[in-house]
């Protein structure tokens, strides 16, 4: 009898509790790399917004999508249950950031860029560093971005385009692998010690090409050698063609906040050329963007590396 008293005590729960455990149960067989997974991670915490946290991961998933997804598609890129993206998408609809027009497949409107501008307003270092970026890509004659580090990505918040060099379309809010990318691994160089080692515990490496490095002791030795020359050269580990060179901006405290890199193709720009005549141009740029950063005190001197 206690057996069956025990097999039917589910049955008993109240419903909204069930879907509640649903909707944060990751559907990828690796958990912690489901965005449900990391909310469910945080749903302890009494003052963690768990329906806002849900909302928010339903908006970024649009990001990965050309076409307009449904609810299926949105619950699988998530983890989320279907009932749940199915309550945020009626939420963001009524509040005027997604919209369908046949309540079917959904799409994102014109209003959610104010998320993103708030963003662009408010933080001096997307701000401010736009005409200065885009005097050094005119100089270079290249393609020049400044990103951060957020998680496992950089993430891209100026950009000046010369030329299309990756078969993916970069834009202001773009992420990539932080690993294989010359921005990430001058961020990740210039991280904590601790930060560095958990990133690394983690970090799965994915081979892009056949020059990618997918081994954790290459790439620790790779981001050593970064933090000591001051500079990441990323020669096709992410795309073949696509060669980039990066350097960290600091604010004044000496605190690497950014980085900004400069790419072109490896077919016609040589890896000596990028040192030579694309190092120095990055180096005093990186200085001017950190004065910009603290008006009025002095940044930290920049000292371009001897080429090789």
């Given at each position: ?119 662009l307003y408010s933080t001096p270092l997307a701000n ?132 900004l890199n400069a790419s072109t193709h490896a077919q ?41």
């Amino acid at each position: 009898m206690s057996t069956g008293r025990t097999r039917s005590t589910p049955k008993r729960r109240p419903k909204r509790r069930e879907e509640d455990h649903r909707e944060a149960a990751p559907r990828d067989a690796d958990s912690r790399l489901t965005p449900a997974a990391r909310i469910e991670s945080l749903a302890g915490d009494p003052s963690f917004m768990t329906s806002l946290a849900r909302g928010l991961t339903v908006i970024e998933a649009f990001s990965g999508n050309r076409h307009r997804p449904t609810t299926a598609v949105l619950s699988a890129q998530t983890g989320l249950s279907r009932a749940a993206v199915r309550r945020c998408l009626y939420t963001l609809k009524r509040l005027g950031f997604v919209d369908s027009d046949d309540e079917r497949h959904f799409y994102l409107r014109p209003s959610v860029l104010s998320l993103g501008y708030s963003y662009l307003y408010s933080t001096p270092l997307a701000n401010a560093t736009q005409p200065v970026l885009e005097r050094v890509s005119r100089l270079l004659r290249e393609s020049c971005s400044i990103a951060t580090l957020e998680g496992d990505d950089i993430v891209y918040v100026a950009r000046s385009p010369v030329t299309r060099i990756m078969s993916v379309d970069l834009r202001i809010g773009s992420r990539l692998p932080a690993f294989c990318t010359s921005m990430g691994r001058v961020l990740l160089a210039n991280t904590t010690p601790e930060k560095l080692r958990v990133y690394i515990a983690r970090l799965t490496l994915k081979r892009y090409t056949d020059r990618t490095i997918v081994s954790k002791e290459k790439l620790l030795r790779s981001l050593q050698t970064v933090k000591r020359a001051g500079y990441a050269i990323v020669d096709q580990e992410l795309e073949i063609g696509l060669l980039s060179i990066a350097v960290p901006v600091w604010d004044s405290s000496g605190t690497v906040v950014a980085a900004l890199n400069a790419s072109t193709h490896a077919q016609r720009v040589s890896r000596q050329d990028v040192q030579t005549r694309f190092l120095p141009a990055l180096l005093a740029t990186a200085q001017e963007l950190s004065l910009l950063l603290a008006p009025g005190v002095g940044a930290r001197s920049f000292v371009p590396p001897a080429a090789h």
